[in-house]
């Protein structure tokens, strides 16, 4: 598949934009050699710039003159410390939390902790966030050269920005709709899945209308924030080969309702392709179905996507259907902002993004604390995990957004993060205290052992007044019964060496081990659509709970 033809006028503005992100990334890892000197810059520059707000003068921005006032004068808090200043904005008192910068959204969290939140976007927001997507992309584009990945289609999943308006009339929705409106003609043209599927509210049908769009094109890059993303992609692909080899064949888009507004947009795109698909049409009959990797082979595309946290599980399936595609982590990115920059392959960790945002870390164990400890970027020790508290360029103060991570290393003295899961996803049935993240390692380690993948699975408590215990919930086919109880044992073994809360219940008698509950057919796709549909989430940043600590829910579940 060889690419598409561009004009001399593109290549050089192409090669012109990455000497300047070359020089850019060299500029941000000279930074991060010591980086105490620009957060404490980027932190004053907020709160000088944010102290004539309702917030900023509620707090004293004015009066702040060090890092200990700072600390003093704004405590550690929850969206629910902000909402009040929040919902004066969505009345339209922008000044509640802004002072000099435009408020072009509010991006609805992804609702897979609770209901959705408003966090503004602004135009500082945006360009940090491109900022910190351009020094990615550049490392990542140059580190896979001989792949020849630049200037080649990328096929990337887009969020609705406006699912309604404020009472101002201030769009709220998915920040994906709005960058991928925003970007340079030059990096739109590249992005083939039109922005305005955003709108569409049947997955399937958005998924094949991706498909279609990049089945007759050498796509270079499969950006999702969610691996599963990555998994509905090929199984729809599988699904429904037939049917886009003959649109790609025909040049047409049949078999699912669009917007008419959709249809605008890709009509001038759907461009027939009949030797393309007489040999897609020849490898759907030679093997009864398509793979991504039958239609890109894998030498030639980079999957990017999150591979951190409860990530594991859905990882351990693309090889079946990408092969052997490098995979880069996006970064440890929320609606939020972006917080890290990975820089390699086949590792979660990414380097904090010092230029953006300020950043404190509190160790994990003294998160309940009433006087926890509190460190700096500079300040972390590696090997050690952190409740991370960014204070952003968007009206986030000292925002408790319950990630753990860990630092792993350190770029220069700036250090090297990988987000572990939210923290406070716990479970208790005596006090053990299991997190998700535990969980999250414990299968992974089941994986690892026993060689299969459990697909969609949670662990759930299971209440009993002489001796309860937790169960995996899987769907489980008939044929690979026997290895799940070895799975189970798996689990419940490194649960034990993870938590010594737990070994101690387990040794003690007060928890039984980790059992097994076969759900029917179907469960975990119902259950996760409903819990979706009440959070009114995205279903592209939606991540199912490895850990459901709710004892009604666990009951509902499990009967």
């Known amino acids: ?66 890092i200990a006032d700072f600390r003093r004068q704004v405590a550690v808090g929850p969206y629910e410390r902000l909402e009040p200043y929040i919902a004066r904005m969505m009345l339209g008192e922008t000044s509640a939390l802004l002072a000099d910068d435009r408020l072009r959204m509010f991006a609805l969290t992804s609702g897979s902790t609770a209901a959705r939140k408003h966090i503004p976007i602004t135009d500082r ?122 649109d790609l064949h025909d040049g047409t888009f049949a078999g699912a309702d669009l917007p008419d507004f959709v249809r605008t947009a890709i009509g001038p795109k759907l461009k027939a392709n009949p030797k393309r698909a007489r040999e897609l049409s020849g490898i759907l009959e030679r093997n009864g179905t ?72 509190i160790p994990e164990d003294e998160i309940d604390s009433v006087q926890p400890t509190v460190l700096e970027a500079h300040e972390v020790i590696e090997g050690k995990n952190y409740f991370l508290i960014p204070t952003t360029v968007a009206g986030l103060y000292r925002y408790d957004i319950a990630d753990v991570v860990r630092v792993v290393g350190f770029q220069g003295r700036t250090p090297l993060v990988e987000f572990l899961g939210k923290g406070k996803r716990f479970s208790s049935l005596t006090g053990e205290k299991i997190s998700e993240h535990q969980v999250g390692r414990a299968i992974q380690a089941a994986i690892d052992a026993e060689g299969i993948t459990p697909g969609t699975v949670s662990l759930l408590p299971r209440w009993h007044d002489v001796t309860p215990n937790y169960v995996l919930a899987f769907e489980i086919p008939e044929s690979d019964a026997a290895a799940w109880p070895r799975f189970a044992a798996v689990v419940e073994r490194k649960l034990r060496e993870l938590n010594t809360e737990y070994d101690a219940k387990r040794e003690s008698g007060r928890l039984g081990p980790v059992g097994l509950a076969a759900l029917k057919p179907g469960t975990w796709q119902t259950w996760d659509a409903a819990r979706l549909a009440k959070s009114g989430g995205s279903p592209e940043q939606y991540k199912h ?8 829910v666990a009951k509902a579940l499990l009967g």
């Open 1 to 66: 598949m060889k690419p598409s033809r561009l004009s001399t006028a593109l290549i050089l503005a192409a090669r012109a934009a990455t000497y300047h992100l070359i020089l850019r990334q060299r500029r941000f890892l000279r930074a991060c050699e010591d980086p105490e000197p620009i957060q404490r810059r980027v932190l004053f520059d907020i709160l000088k710039r944010q102290a004539a707000t309702a917030f900023g003068r509620d707090h004293g921005f004015a009066s702040i003159r060090t």
């Open 125 to 246: 927001y945006l360009a940090a966030y491109s900022r910190g997507w351009n020094l990615w992309g550049i490392r990542a584009y140059r580190d896979h050269r001989p792949r020849r990945l630049v200037l080649r289609p990328i096929v990337q999943m887009v969020g609705d920005m406006e699912e309604y308006r404020t009472t101002a009339g201030t769009p709220c929705g998915n920040a994906s709709g709005l960058t991928a409106t925003i970007q340079r003609r030059l990096i739109r043209r590249l992005y083939i899945v039109p922005p305005e599927s955003g709108k569409m509210k049947d997955s399937q049908a958005r998924y094949r209308l991706a498909l279609r769009m990049a089945i007759g094109t050498p796509v270079a890059l499969f950006s999702a924030a969610n691996p599963s993303t990555l998994l509905a992609l090929a199984r729809t692909l599988g699904e429904h080969a037939e049917r886009l080899v003959k």
């Open 290 to 361: 398509l793979k991504p990797s039958d239609v890109w082979p894998a030498e030639t595309i980079l999957l990017a996507t999150w591979t951190g946290g409860s990530m594991g599980p859905y990882l351990k399936q693309l090889p079946a259907f990408y092969g052997d595609a490098p995979i880069r982590n996006l970064g440890l990115l929320a609606s939020e902002g972006r917080f890290t920059i990975p820089f390699a392959d086949d590792t979660s960790a990414g380097v904090l993004d010092i230029w953006s945002h300020y950043y404190e870390f």
């Open 545 to 552: 709970p490895l850990l459901i600590g709710d004892l009604a």
